[in-house]
Nanobody
Framework: QVQLAESGGGSVQAGGSLRLSCAAS????????LGWFRQAPEKEREFVAS????????TYGDSVKGRFTISRDNAKNTMYLQMNSLKPEDTAVYYC????????????WGQGTQVTVSA
């Protein structure tokens, strides 16, 4: 199964921006729908965004609509999450995964990348 690795997290002030990357281990990732999830301390993991294999459709969680943008570059086996207007409540570990068309995760979870937003 294709392996995914997240990167790009960091610490920013509220209102700032970050871009996360999700690199796939091989080219078979281009045939999969992909998604971003996040988990804040003492909270369940939640859906953030997903993108179809050919990038013709994207879906966002209500809390990030209008602020986050998901994209992918199949030539580079990489998916991105551009996060703008960050809020302290966006603080979490962010994960990427293969997903179903409805956004349910399919694969195993990686280590994620930490995003910390200070007020």
């Amino acid at each position: 199964q294709v392996q995914l690795a997240e990167s790009g997290g960091g610490s920013v002030q509220a209102g700032g921006s970050l871009r996360l990357s999700c690199a796939a281990s091989d080219r078979t990732a281009q045939y999969h729908h992909l998604g971003w999830f996040r988990q804040a301390p003492e909270k369940e993991r939640e859906f953030v965004a997903s993108i179809t294999w050919n990038a013709d459709s994207t879906t966002y969680g209500d809390s990030v609509k209008g602020r986050f943008t998901i994209s992918r570059d199949n030539a580079k086996n990489t998916m991105y999450l551009q996060m703008n207007s960050l809020k302290p409540e966006d603080t979490a570990v962010y994960y990427c995964n293969l997903v179903t068309l409805s956004g349910s995760p399919l694969g195993s979870w990686g280590q994620g990348t930490q995003v910390t937003v200070s007020a």
